[in-house]
């Protein structure tokens, strides 16, 4: 059973306009979302996250928007630069009581091509 | 963040014979993590690598096939064991660094043939 879903292999959009990438997930146990971005032959990068206390995070070109009731984020980046082509992996994990952080759960990624 | 060190970048190895993979972290960390990415997939978690215990392994991913070491806070080893080319994946270790902060080393990639 996947319980992040990322329904968009691919994206294409022109350089300076707007990107949204999708996820949904399952486990309403989830309590913080990430996204990561990944490029060939390197390990996923982290981008931006959020708690679910939040639903909203921005940080520059990036904002992520958590929908709980609809258990679905996206991921905005404004302005699209050609340099944001790469593969993003939204995460998301559940955090114990006591504090300490639990794996991250993967959906399967969206490939963005940002054209010039 | 935590900045990790994972060796080899690459290799391709033969069929039937073992591969360690090495994960050094230049800071003391609690959680550290190894998963694999195959081909055209998403990350999957093997193992959590537990200091000083045996690691917790994933359904799907057993200790015989993918011993995990991790001596210290710092360090930990992944051997993908008589590998077959279903094994040709790139590994990727990552570490929980000052609470949630979840950072990824360059990974590994791993060709069986």
């Known amino acids: 059973d996947q319980q992040v879903k990322q329904n968009s292999p691919s994206l294409s959009v022109q350089e300076g306009r707007i990107s949204i990438l999708n996820c949904d997930y399952t486990?309403?146990?989830?309590?913080?979302f990430l996204w990561y971005k990944k490029y060939p032959a390197e390990g996923p990068t982290f981008l931006i996250s959020i708690s679910s206390i939040k639903d909203k995070n921005e940080d520059g070109r990036f904002t992520v928007f958590l929908n709980k009731s609809a258990k679905h984020l996206s991921l905005h980046i404004v302005p699209s630069q050609p340099g944001d082509s790469a593969v993003y992996f939204c995460?998301?994990?559940?955090?114990?009581?006591?504090?300490?952080?639990?794996?991250?759960?993967f959906g399967s990624g969206t490939q963005l091509t940002v054209l010039p | 963040s935590a900045v990790i060190s994972q060796k080899p970048s690459r290799d391709i190895c033969q069929r039937g014979t073992s591969l360690t993979i090495q994960c050094q972290v230049d800071?003391?960390?609690?959680?550290m993590f190894w998963y694999r990415q195959q081909p055209g997939q998403s990350l999957t978690l093997i193992a959590t690598a537990n200091q000083g215990s045996e690691a917790t392994y994933e359904s799907g991913f057993v200790i015989d096939k993918f011993p995990i070491s991790r001596p210290n806070l710092t360090f930990s080893t992944l051997t993908v064991s008589n590998m077959s080319p279903e094994d040709s994946s790139i590994y990727l270790c990552?570490?929980?660094?000052?609470?949630?902060?979840?950072?990824f080393g360059s990974g590994t990639r791993l060709t069986v043939v």
């Open positions: 800071s003391q960390v609690t959680m």
């Open positions: 486990n309403s146990m989830f309590d913080y």
């Open positions: 995460a998301a994990t559940l955090h114990l009581s006591s504090g300490s952080a639990r794996q991250l759960t």
């Open positions: 990552s570490v929980v660094d000052r609470g949630y902060g979840y950072t």
